[in-house]
Nanobody, 122 residues
Framework: VQLQASGGGLVQAGGSLRLSCVMS????????MGWFRQAPGEERELVST????????YYADSVKGRFTISRDIARNTVYLQMNTLKSEDTAVYYC????????????????WGQGTLVTVSS
């Protein structure tokens, strides 16, 4: 499995970005997907997850109401729409895939993308 994340960049506080993560090598519909982030000097933290069907989603309290996760099976892609960005959202964002929703949520995913940097200026 390969995960290719993109969409990061520099944005002012209050702005928006959409991250994308394309999966190749395996059947996308068989994998739960998630986004994690790691800020400088901090541990990696879970941001959001989405189940294989898209029916179940999870958001960290810090992003609830601002971020939206979605998936497009036809494009083998998971998205993270990030609105009303804050300086504390600055981090490297990683996508992850796993066939176990619980392992995904615990950060024990089998597969990880390379990360995309999001910088929010205040």
């Amino acid at each position: 499995v390969q995960l290719q994340a993109s969409g990061g960049g520099l944005v002012q506080a209050g702005g928006s970005l959409r991250l994308s993560c394309v999966m190749s090598g395996r059947r996308f519909s068989s994998y739960h997907m998630g986004w994690f982030r790691q800020a400088p000097g901090e541990e990696r933290e879970l941001v959001s997850t989405i189940s294989t069907t898209g029916r179940n989603t999870y958001y960290a309290d810090s992003v609830k109401g601002r971020f939206t996760i979605s998936r497009d099976i036809a494009r083998n892609t998971v998205y993270l729409q990030m609105n009303t960005l804050k300086s504390e959202d600055t981090a490297v964002y990683y996508c992850a895939a796993d066939q176990s929703y619980s392992d995904l949520g615990r950060g024990r995913s089998d597969y990880w993308g390379q990360g995309t940097l999001v910088t929010v200026s205040s």
